[in-house]
């Protein structure tokens, strides 16, 4: 008897676990945005800053990030599908999941960070979706 509640514990507790590093930031997806210059790290849409880029509403840190994104559109809208590396614009792209992953920083300390992924296509979302492992190499490097 002892040893069923033990396991039945232990089990309880690895699936708890892992439902946690994988659960997504807390608020509603929609209360999520990200900074296109800060990188792809989701954040509460109360502490953004809303601009309008290429008649997209974005949000941002603050607002001269805007001259930032103009100035260096290459380095700031784009993101790459992980599932087929082609090239995705962050602003207008419509296929995202927004996934906590472990990053490491610069310190040599790790955490864990929401992130919002971009794919070309609903179909390599969905494939991305079933196995995010197959595509993700934690940590990553900030």
């Known amino acids: 008897m002892i040893k069923n509640r033990w396991t039945f514990a232990v089990t309880l507790l690895l699936t708890s676990a892992l439902l946690t590093a994988q659960t997504p930031p807390k608020g509603s997806p929609t209360d999520q945005v990200f900074c296109v210059v800060c990188g792809d790290y ?3 849409r109360k502490d953004a800053t809303p601009a309008t880029y290429e008649g997209e509403r974005i949000s941002l840190c ?9 100035a ?3 380095k ?3 993101a790459t599908d992980p599932v087929t590396g082609a090239r995705v614009n962050k602003v207008h792209g419509r296929f995202t999941i927004d996934r906590r ?4 920083k610069k ?12 794919f070309e296509s609903e179909k390599t979302r969905d494939e991305f979706a079933r ?6 190499k934690e940590p990553y490097s900030v």
């Open 62 to 70: 603050n607002i001269n990030e805007l001259d930032l994104i103009k």
């Open 131 to 136: 196995n995010p492992a197959k595509f993700l």
């Open 72 to 74: 260096t559109p290459d």
């Open 101 to 104: 992953v472990q990053v490491r």
């Open 76 to 78: 700031y809208v784009w």
């Open 42 to 44: 989701t954040f509460e």
């Open 107 to 118: 310190d040599g300390k790790l955490e864990t960070w929401p992130r919002r992924f971009f």
